[in-house]
Structure formats: structure tokens, C-alpha cells
């Protein structure tokens, strides 16, 4: 998080100052990539980039504080991995249609997989074996940063529905760490 400076920053990147941008970016993308991780079940850099076109092309016309922007920039790159989960599913009932094979499984990028941390690995792993909405509220909350609130408005549930699964996503972790013990 940025913290006192967001105010000026933002207004830097939003006059044009490319050194204030790149902060937003520097600040915001590692725990964006993470999010898209979770949520399609790989990083995939077409989402995450279609999320920074977005936010430079609406950069001008954003109003509020850094809790607002994460959630916009968060709001936008689950519409974009959306979009995307969706034209997967699409493209894999194609696919199996043409071939008979539905498992529509990508390779993974080798670039990516090498510079991924082990310990960021394995908790990301340990995130996606949890139930979707679990999964995506503790990554929001947690590596996003955002509040319940802004949460609640993204995944469209009341705030108690994100509290209560985050609640139960994290016992779940901790009852499969308890299970399998902790891995380095």
C-alpha cells in the first residue's frame, strides 16, 4: 500500500507521469497476477494486461482514495478473468466437440513457473484448493488488500457472506495444513 502519498501519486499518473504510474502498477500488480492466478487456476498475463489497458484507458476519470482504486483495479480484473473463464469454457466445448477431449489443458509457461517463489507457490496452491468464493474473498482480503466492503460489491454478496467465507476459507486452510502439515 502506498499509504499518505496515494493522493499525489494518483494525481501524477493521472497528469501523464509515467515514474507515478509505474508505482500504481508496482504497488498494486504482484497481488493482481496472484488474484488471476487464483481465480483461473494460472496466471494469465492477457488478463492482467487487459486490466492495466483498461485502467490506463478510465486512469483520467478515477475519483477516490487507494481503498476505491484497488477495488477498481480488482473490481476490473475479475470482469476481465471472467470474461476469460468464459471464453475457456467456450473454446474447451469446441475443442471437445471437434476432438472429444474435454479436459482443456494449457502448458504452462516455463518463464513464469521459474521465477514463481516456492512459498508463494504453495500458498496459492493451498488458496485454489479451497471452494471459489473462499478462494477469491481471502485472496481479495488477504493479498489485495481490500476491505469487506469493497469485497462484498465485487463478489455481489452481502459483507456478512464475505466475513462468513473467510471464516470458513480460512479454518478450511488451516484444517488442511494441520492434515498434510506445513510444506517448504
Given at each position: 500500500?502506498?499509504?499518505?502519498?496515494?493522493?499525489?501519486?494518483?494525481?501524477?499518473?493521472?497528469?501523464?507521469?509515467?515514474?507515478?504510474?509505474?508505482?500504481?502498477?508496482?504497488?498494486?500488480?504482484?497481488?493482481?497476477?496472484?488474484?488471476?492466478?487464483?481465480?483461473?487456476?494460472?496466471?494469465?498475463?492477457?488478463?492482467?494486461?487487459?486490466?492495466?489497458?483498461?485502467?490506463?484507458?478510465?486512469?483520467?476519470?478515477?475519483?477516490?482514495?487507494?481503498?476505491?482504486?484497488?477495488?477498481?483495479?480488482?473490481?476490473?480484473?475479475?470482469?476481465?478473468?471472467?470474461?476469460?473463464?468464459?471464453?475457456?469454457?467456450?473454446?474447451?466445448?469446441?475443442?471437445?466437440?471437434?476432438?472429444?477431449?474435454?479436459?482443456?489443458?494449457?502448458?504452462?509457461?516455463?518463464?513464469l513457473t521459474a521465477l514463481e517463489s516456492l512459498d508463494t507457490e504453495a500458498?496459492?496452491?493451498?488458496?485454489?484448493?479451497?471452494?471459489?468464493?473462499?478462494?477469491?474473498?481471502?485472496?481479495?482480503?488477504?493479498?489485495?488488500?481490500?476491505?469487506?466492503?469493497?469485497?462484498?460489491?465485487?463478489?455481489?454478496r452481502r459483507p456478512g457472506a464475505v466475513r462468513v467465507a473467510a471464516h470458513?476459507?480460512?479454518?478450511?486452510?488451516?484444517?488442511?495444513?494441520?492434515?498434510?502439515?506445513?510444506?517448504?
Open positions: 500500500m502506498i499509504g499518505e502519498e496515494f493522493s499525489s501519486v494518483l494525481a501524477r499518473a493521472q497528469s501523464g507521469d509515467e515514474a507515478a504510474f509505474a508505482r500504481l502498477w508496482l504497488d498494486v500488480n504482484p497481488a493482481l497476477v496472484r488474484y488471476v492466478r487464483v481465480v483461473l487456476g494460472e496466471v494469465d498475463e492477457d488478463v492482467a494486461a487487459e486490466t492495466w489497458v483498461t485502467v490506463v484507458r478510465g486512469l483520467a476519470r478515477f475519483r477516490g482514495d487507494e481503498m476505491a482504486w484497488r477495488g477498481w483495479v480488482f473490481t476490473t480484473a475479475r470482469r476481465r478473468a471472467v470474461d476469460e473463464g468464459r471464453r475457456r469454457t467456450r473454446r474447451r466445448t469446441a475443442l471437445a466437440s471437434e476432438s472429444g477431449d474435454s479436459r482443456g489443458r494449457h502448458a504452462p509457461d516455463s518463464a500458498a496459492l496452491a493451498l488458496v485454489a484448493r479451497l471452494a471459489p468464493l473462499q478462494a477469491e474473498v481471502i485472496v481479495l482480503r488477504v493479498i489485495a488488500g481490500l476491505d469487506v466492503e469493497s469485497v462484498a460489491r465485487m463478489v455481489g470458513r476459507g480460512l479454518r478450511r486452510l488451516a484444517e488442511i495444513l494441520v492434515t498434510e502439515g506445513v510444506t517448504q
